[in-house]
């Protein structure tokens, strides 16, 4: 075989080898999908991350933000994402989650504020500040009715809740009835934009338990910093939820 024969014989070897773990492009996503550890984005775009898993995407809607200011130069909107999934993955704490995020980089300057939300009873600014360029904030909401809130969620006034949760009702039964909530949001000027909510089956008390409080803060922590990796345009690779165990 010759040098151009071997060179391409390898080169097709690595885009199979490639192949069998690739993700479906976020285009090419559809209820019944089932995506393991990322979503492509498309063609030298590095893939968005999720947790390890075998999640089911049970809804997909899409949308547009609207967008100002000079430097857009006309453009006024830009596509929007949400999808959500339930986790088949027997054993994990990891039940659900919803991801929304811009498909698109456009030239942007996002306008961020405090890692803080009041209802919220744990924040990590993950090594960023309001107003940078990189932005990335984790926030914990412990001790979540979940089943019945999504339960309930189709009949919700409020938009959001019914747009991104009401997938999950018919699939209540089979989720926890209380979980706890993680919120990671973030975004990078001239990039993208991203929000992940983010549900794990409650194993402890968050506020009154310190060694579950630390295993829910120390993941929390080292998730947020990969999707901050992501929106930096760095490879990013959650880390899987391991079970608690209690001391």
Partial sequence: MGILAKTASVIVTLFALGSAHAQPKYSQIEVGTVLTDSIGMGFLTKPLPLPPGQWEVVGK?????????????????????TITAKNNTGGDPLVAIVVSFYPDSL????????????????FDALDTRAGGTLYACALVFPGERFRSFVAQAPNSTAPGVKESYSALAPYAASL???AIGVVV???????????YVM?????GDFLKDAAYATYVKD???????EIKNYLDN??????????YKAN
């Fill in 61 to 81: 809607t899409g949308g547009e933000a609207g967008v100002s200011g000079g430097i857009t130069q006309g453009v006024t909107s830009t596509a929007t994402l």
């Fill in 107 to 122: 030239p942007l300057i996002f306008n961020n504020g405090k890692c803080d939300l009041g209802s919220a009873s744990h």
């Fill in 176 to 178: 926890p009835e209380e």
């Fill in 185 to 195: 949001r973030g975004s990078r000027d001239y990039g993208r934009r991203v929000n």
């Fill in 199 to 203: 549900f794990l089956k409650k194993e």
């Fill in 219 to 225: 993941w929390v922590h080292a998730a947020g910093i």
């Fill in 234 to 243: 760095g490879s990013a690779r959650i880390p899987p939820l391991q079970p």
